[in-house]
Antibody, heavy 117, light 106 residues
């Protein structure tokens, strides 16, 4: 079955960078893209961007332009999301989710990123 | 950005009830809306896409309707497993945006 497995929780200091990985299984990785969505504690969801499985196309939310980079490695069916210049309000659970570029049909388990001095 | 509104933020209901959850968009999004269910500490689960298409494996008591700016998610007969928070998401225009959620509680 389709599954997305994410990397473990991270604790970072303000100004640092974090990279979250998302390994896909159970489908042809290049046939779908991966979206990244975050959820701050007790809050709703915020769409960060989307990348095609073949690493050719990407679209970032303007809010994160210049601070986020999304990539994929087709040899390992893994997607990566790097967020730089972390602030305390970046503390959130970060999810990857499979997407054809619209809705998200399968989600990873989430990765908690805590930004604290 | 397109704002998605889900009034009310909390809805009380009982097992067996028919429940309707509302989602409103700040501008027309056509049928480009999805619904998700989230339980505490877990990832969201897709229920409905394109406003009314039921995701494979989702019980038929869930249905969606609407177009433009007004959408509804209906649960025809609430089951104990359905008590959760429900979110809508528009994918008509970047950045995709979500409603703030409606928590369904007993």
């Amino acid at each position: 079955q389709v599954q997305l497995g994410q990397s473990g929780a991270e604790v970072k200091k303000p100004g640092a960078s974090v990279e979250v990985s998302c390994q896909a299984s159970g489908y042809t990785f290049t046939s779908y893209g991966i979206g990244w969505v975050r959820q701050a504690p007790g809050q709703g969801f915020e769409w960060m961007g989307w990348i095609s499985g073949d690493n050719e196309n990407r679209n970032y939310a303007q809010k994160f332009q210049g601070r986020v980079t999304m990539t994929t490695d087709t040899s390992t069916s893994t997607a990566y999301m790097e967020l730089r210049r972390l602030r305390s309000d970046d503390t959130a659970v970060y999810y990857c989710a499979r997407s054809g570029g619209s809705w998200f049909d399968t989600w990873g388990q989430g990765t908690l990123v805590t930004v604290s001095s | 950005d397109i704002q998605m509104t889900q009034p009310p933020s909390t809805l009380s209901a009982s097992v067996g009830d028919r429940v309707t959850i509302t989602c409103r968009a700040s501008q027309s999004i056509g049928p480009w809306l999805a619904w998700y269910q989230q339980k505490p500490g877990t990832a969201p689960k897709l229920l409905i896409y394109k406003a009314s298409s039921l995701e494979s494996g989702v019980p038929s008591r869930f249905s969606g309707s609407g177009s433009g700016t007004e959408f509804t998610l209906t649960i025809s007969s609430l089951q104990p497993d359905d008590f959760a928070t429900y979110y809508c998401q528009q994918y008509n225009k970047y950045p995709y945006t979500f409603g703030q959620g409606t928590k369904l509680q007993i």
